[in-house]
Every structure is written in C-alpha cells, then in structure tokens.
C-alpha cells in the first residue's frame, strides 16, 4: 500500500545523467536527506549535483509519515545510561537544533507544517516509559507521563 502522499503528490521526473558531470558536492539519493542537503548547499551557493537513481522521493522517504521531532522512541534513557548525561545532552540539542531549522524552513513554504504533541508508548512495560520520562527531566526538557492520549 502506498502512502497517501505518494499517491496525491505530482512529483517531478528528471531526464537521465547522459554525460560526465564535475562538482563540488555529489549528493547520491534524493529522499528527504538528500533534498534537504541539496537546499541548504544551495542557499549557501555551493556547486552540488543530486543523483538520484528512481524518482525523487522514492526509496525510504516515500514511506515517511512525514514527523519531525526529538523524541525517537525510547532512546534518552538509554544514551543517558551507556553514554553519560552529557552525550545525550548533545544528542537532544542536536535533534532541538534541527527542529528549529525545519520549522525556520516551512515558514517559508506552503507545506502544512504544524507543531503536535510526541508521544511514545509500550504496551508491556510502564516502567520503560517512566525512565524514559525521567531521563527527559534530566536532561532539562519537559516531559510528562499520560495513562491516557488524547487520540482516536
């Protein structure tokens, strides 16, 4: 089953690399990633070249639900635990970071960019999810435990 993104977006088609190309920068996919890389070196006026061997968009990303956010599952008690608090620090500053650069970029694009709560579950283990709050207080970054979502 295809996404529904895939489904409704008019996605471009390129004509095949039929000759040498010489840049500065080869980016190789272009998913998310590889868009993205080929964006930022474009505003910084960088040469870059994008190969991509389907379609844009095709691999990985064309499966994407599309959300951007800090809270990849349950990881900070984890990094906290085989890393130090420091690491995961950077780790979560890192990810904040990038946020940030999303949200800076789709203020400028008409993508429907919206900002929605994270929530992460287990469906055996309470516990995983109480460290994984804790490990978010720790790290100076608003967390809260919910026995109930406010989903459908």
Known sequence: MDSI???????????????????????????????????????AGADYALVEADRIGSGITKDTTAKINSQHGLVYDKLIREFGIETARLYLR??????????????????????????VYSRND?????REVTAW???????????????P
Not at 26 to 33: E, H, P, Q, R, S
Not at 126 to 130: G, Q, V, W
Request: glycine share 8%; aromatic share 10%.
């Open 126 to 130: 309470r516990h995983k999810i109480e």
């Open 94 to 119: 890192a990810n904040q970071e990038a946020l940030g650069r999303f949200r800076e970029l789709c203020s400028k694009i008409d993508c429907d960019f919206e900002e929605k709560d994270a929530f």
């Open 137 to 151: 207080e720790r790290l100076g970054f608003p967390a809260a435990f919910a026995s109930g979502l406010p989903l």
């Open 5 to 43: 993104w895939i489904q409704t977006a008019e996605r471009p088609r390129f004509a095949p690399l039929d000759r040498d190309l010489c840049t500065d920068v080869l980016i190789i996919g272009g998913g998310m990633a590889g868009v993205l890389c080929a964006y930022q070196l474009a505003q």
